[in-house]
């Protein structure tokens, strides 16, 4: 099991490498080409970072072919619009989707008309109108995926309980995992008395979190928990489980905190109900962050080999990747660690029984 | 700021809200629910298995012990047994041996008055045979050479002189 964790491990690094080394095929030739390539990198950094309406796994520049495939676009404009992002053609074509007209403006859809006119406010902004968007978009698709992977998974760990008290193949890897979230993440922070309510959303956010920061190391150019709606939709979660299963004590300590003189109560109030929203705010931030400022870091230095020529430099770089990527796999399991504890740790607060004053 | 916002997509927002609640939701079924019970079973029975391991552990010790206890025991009643059929053995022994000097001595004392009495009566018959003897040996004397009277009491006072003993 170790050995093909390994190896594993070993052909995602190596692809991740490979496949970027894939990405940027043109060498330099001429003078200002160095330009040209760095611009190429931050772009590629900023495309990376953003959803898109389309899988894009490379683009071959030369032939200026992409190879990827598709995705459901759904719009709702007066009406329900569904057609597959090829339409776009890549930004290149204007969508025509039941008397409607769309157009792809650097990842975002705009109405227009059949001419595909696009109109500017002063800033150089568009201000064409933007349908509301709830396409299946890459994120989306990946996040469908590994929701459906982790739900196989787990459902199958499940079953094999009933054949034996002990976890089989993949459940023996996450048993410990599965363990550890209830005695040292929700048990000490929750309470014996009330862990048990919570620990269905606390597992879930754990190997949700981790599996999509793990699928955003692979080279296929996923950054879904990089993405902050992503990270406001799962702390809005958070926050509404901590709102809602909060007893009188919470609320008490929020309002009108006890032990302290009724002047304080009334100036604490405020700060207190501000810290009610900051705290799944810092959650969703910290997340996003961390997630995307990892992928930008790794993203420019494997950007950084197709700008030096040296070839010393190019090796250094390659290990200081290596090294990066090893860093990432800790802090992907980090980071939906830091996640989960901090839900629990709000939970517990909401749930405890009498103050420490 | 700003940034954040303008790339703050409403339509991932809402199918990522929808699809961790739809996974929580057939987690929380299928997997959680499941893998949770199963996990604090297999606690609990390692526990259960744990004490009643000890518990025997403790029982068998007890077991021992008892077991010991009723062995010295046994032996404390074996010396005790021993050294009361040997008091019995000593007891009959001195008993027999008493009885049998006594018997011994009854009988010496028997035998020594059967043979005084013997010896009394034997001395009595010789002195009555004497006496008939030296009268008749007298009278024959007498009769041939003196007249017995004479001599008879003379006689009779030898014989009470001539005490056997």
Same mark, same amino acid.
């Given at each position: ?7 594993? &491990?070993? &052909? ?24 040209? *390539? ?34 459901? $676009? *759904? ?90 008290? &002990?976890?089989?193949?993949?459940? @023996?890897?996450?048993?410990?995992? $599965?363990?550890?979230? @209830?005695?040292? $993440?929700? @048990? ?7 862990? !048990? ?28 928990? +990089? ?37 304080? !109560? ?19 931030? !910290? ?26 430099? !190019?090796?250094?770089?390659? +290990?200081?990747?290596?090294? &990066?990527?090893? *860093?990432?796999?800790? $802090? ?26 | ?165």
């Amino acid at each position: 099991m170790q050995a093909k964790l390994l190896k594993l &491990l070993a &052909l995602t690094l190596s692809l991740t490498i490979f496949s970027s080394a894939f990405a940027n095929p043109s060498e330099p030739t001429e003078a200002g080409g160095e330009n040209d *390539i760095k611009k190429e990198i931050k772009q590629d950094i900023s495309h990376h970072l953003q959803d898109s309406y389309d899988f894009h796994l490379f683009t071959d520049k030369e032939t200026n072919t992409h190879y990827g495939f598709p995705l459901p $676009v *759904i719009l709702w404009d007066g009406g329900l619009h569904v057609f597959m992002s090829s339409k776009f053609h890549h930004g290149e074509d204007i969508a025509e989707s039941n008397g409607n007209y769309y157009m792809l403006h650097h990842n975002h859809i705009y109405k227009t008309d059949a001419e595909g006119t696009v109109k500017y406010d002063d800033e150089g902004h568009i201000i064409n109108e933007k349908p509301f968007d709830i396409s299946i978009t890459k994120n989306v698709f990946v996040s469908i995926c590994v929701a459906l992977m982790i739900f196989l998974f787990f459902s199958g760990m499940a079953k094999h309980y009933k054949s034996g008290p &002990l976890p089989k193949g993949f459940g @023996r890897l996450m048993e410990p995992l $599965v363990i550890f979230i @209830r005695d040292e $993440v929700a @048990r000490p922070n929750i309470g014996d008395k009330h862990y !048990r309510n919570y620990m269905g959303y606390l597992l879930t956010v754990f190997f949700f979190i981790w599996f999509l920061n793990m699928f955003g190391l692979t080279p296929l150019g996923i950054n879904v928990t +990089g993405n902050i709606a992503v990270t406001f939709a799962l702390a809005l979660i958070t926050f509404v489980i901590t709102q809602f299963t909060a007893n009188k004590n919470y609320w008490q300590h929020i309002f009108w905190m006890p032990g302290v003189p009724y002047p304080m !109560r009334i100036i604490l109030a405020p700060i207190e109900l501000l810290g009610v929203f900051i705290k799944p705010f810092a959650l969703l931030i !910290r997340l996003y962050a961390n997630m995307s400022a990892g992928h930008v870091v790794m993203m420019s230095l494997i950007g950084l080999l197709f700008i030096f020529h040296n070839w010393f430099a !190019r090796g250094a770089f390659l +290990g200081l990747t290596l090294f &990066l990527s090893i *860093i990432e796999f800790f $802090v992907a399991l980090l980071q939906a660690y830091i996640f989960t504890m901090l839900s629990a740790l709000y939970f517990g607060m909401a749930v405890e029984e009498h103050g420490h004053h | 700021m700003e940034k954040l916002i303008s790339e703050f997509s409403l339509g991932l927002f809402f199918w990522q809200t929808l699809i961790f609640l739809g996974l929580l939701f057939l987690l929380r079924k299928f997997a959680w629910r499941p893998i949770m019970a199963a996990v604090q079973e297999r606690e609990d029975n390692i526990e259960n298995s744990l004490k009643s391991a000890e518990q025997a552990k403790k029982e068998m010790e007890e077991l021992q012990a008892k077991n010991q206890d009723l062995l010295k025991e046994a032996r404390e009643e074996r010396d005790k047994m021993l050294k009361e059929a040997k008091d019995a053995k000593d007891r009959i022994v001195s008993e027999a041996k008493t009885k049998a000097k006594e018997e011994a001595d009854k009988l010496l004392a028997q035998a020594r008055q059967d043979i005084h009495n013997e010896k009394q009566a034997a001395v009595g018959e010789m002195k009555q045979m004497v006496a008939s003897f030296s009268v008749e040996i007298a009278e024959k004397i007498m009769k041939e050479e003196l007249a017995v009277d004479k001599h008879q009491k003379l006689v009779n006072t030898y014989l009470e002189d001539l005490k056997l003993n």
